[in-house]
């Protein structure tokens, strides 16, 4: 058995903010990191991504989606979204996740659903309204909420875009970070409309009246049209993320949801090329959440690194790639069930290998 483990924010990305890890007990993984050689990479020793972009992008590369003006995100997640049977077909499909803009000083401040609540019956009611406004206006956008914090448009008239991925923009500014293309008023205009028409829905003041975050505007992102060739270096992936589950079902890999543990796992898991997503630290960082950061780390050095050290010295797994994705970087840790007799390479603080 060969196992990947995808562990996006693995070190707090502040590289000077060492105290973080200040009485952070981490023995297991601190020894699966000493015993393991490691590179600056790309998905499966590529020579890397051409720009930094996260998760998805590396989740692309691995499973063999070529870039288009964007990661083709929203085509491929819609598959596993439609419980209607709704096809990409050969058209061009966008994301447009539903989020809160508030001011900061001079920026707006993008906040993405993992800090507010969506009822399908609020995502439902705002689209209608988006909806209704675009046919009455004779332009060819229709959205369709699939999930309530997972949005689509589909655009058959409307030029592509370059967006920035939603992963990239949670917590930060997006004055310079709005989609673009050749004609960029098409999409800044779209942009700004739904913006206006959301902030007078009643459901939004509702929502405030409640101390809710007002649903106040869309992200676009990861559009595209669907790949034509998507090959699995995976014969299991486990995982509570979207795209990683549906580039599997896409390739026809087994796919499930991940285990609270390696307890749980190892019931299924049988013999051939394992992807375990590890993403409950990602979050945190984007929210600058150190509490949650540290507990969710401790979590995972309980249920994940320690028994997975102790399988790996059993010879139960022969390889173990952990591979760690950061703010700026990609790094692979590679562990074979003989590295761990190579007493010489010595256990070192996790904060070392934040560099």
Known sequence: MNLHLLVPSLFWPDVTLTAIYRDLPLPALENLLAKSSSADD?????????RFEGLEAWLCQAFN???QLDWPVAPITLVTDSAEGIKACNDYWIRADPVHLH????????????????????????????????????EQIVFFPLQPDRWYLRATKVPPARTHLLGEVANKGINELLP??????????????IQMLLHEHPLNQ???????????????WGGGTMPRSMVSPYTHVW??????????????ADHAQLPPD?????QHATSGNHLVVLDVLHGKTQYADAYGWRESLKNLERNWFEP?????????????????ISETKTKNFTARTGDLRKFWRRTKPISTYND
Not at 239 to 252: K, N, R, Y
């Open 239 to 252: 995982t509570g993320d979207v795209l990683a589950g549906s580039l599997a079902q896409a390739c026809g």
């Open 180 to 193: 673009y293309c050749t004609n960029n008023a098409i999409w800044r205009g779209l942009f700004n409309e």
């Open 42 to 50: 790309g998905p499966q020793g590529s020579q890397g991504l051409q």
């Open 308 to 324: 997975l050290l102790a399988m790996i010295k059993q010879g139960r797994i022969d390889q173990l790639i952990l591979t760690v």
């Open 262 to 266: 390696v307890k749980a796992w190892r």
């Open 206 to 220: 509702l929502r405030e009246a409640r101390g809710e975050p007002a649903i106040n505007s869309i992200w676009f």
């Open 65 to 67: 989606v070529a870039k």
């Open 103 to 138: 001011i900061e000083r001079d920026q707006l401040i993008l906040a993405d659903s993992r800090v507010f609540q969506i009822s399908s019956q609020e995502a439902s009611q705002l689209t209608e309204l988006l909806n209704r406004h675009f046919a009455a206006s004779g």
